[in-house]
C-alpha cells in the first residue's frame, strides 16, 4: 500500500471516530424524545440537580426548559418514575418529581436534572 493510501485511511478513521464524539456532545442526545429515553436508561450516581432559577435568562438551556409542552414535561416525569433508581435517589435528596423541569446528558454520560 503506497504512502497516500495509508494516509488516507488513516484520516478516514480517524474522522470518523471524531464524528462519533460530536455526536455524544451535541444537542441530538439532548432533544426531547432522546432524553426521556436516556434519564430511563440511566444508571449510577454521576448526576447533578440544578435550580432553573441559577441559569440566566438568556441561556440555551433555560430557553428549551420554558419551551417544553406539557407532554414533553409528562413524559420526562414518566421516564424519572421508570427509573426506580434514579426515582429514589432523587426521593432521598428531597426532588419532587414534579419540580423536574428538565435533563440533559453531558458528553460524559453524567446527567444534569432541572428543577423548579
Known amino acids: 500500500m503506497n504512502r497516500f493510501a495509508k494516509i488516507s485511511v488513516i484520516a478516514t478513521l480517524s474522522a470518523l471516530s471524531f464524528g462519533g464524539i460530536s455526536y455524544a456532545a ?3 442526545m439532548n432533544w426531547s424524545n432522546q432524553i426521556d429515553r436516556t434519564v430511563r436508561n440511566f444508571k449510577g450516581d ?3 440537580i440544578v435550580d432553573v432559577d441559577t441559569l440566566s435568562r438568556m ?3 433555560r430557553s428549551r426548559i420554558d419551551a417544553e409542552s406539557p407532554q414533553q414535561m409528562a ?3 414518566a421516564a424519572v418514575n421508570a427509573n426506580r433508581a434514579l426515582a429514589a435517589k432523587l426521593k432521598a435528596r428531597d426532588v ?3 419540580n423536574i423541569a428538565g435533563a440533559a446528558q453531558a458528553a460524559d454520560g ?3 436534572l ?3
Open 59 to 61: 441561556s440555551e438551556t
Open 46 to 48: 454521576n448526576f447533578s
Open 110 to 112: 453524567s446527567l444534569t
Open 114 to 116: 432541572y428543577v423548579r
Open 75 to 77: 413524559a420526562l416525569h
Open 96 to 98: 419532587e418529581m414534579n
Open 26 to 28: 451535541s444537542a441530538e
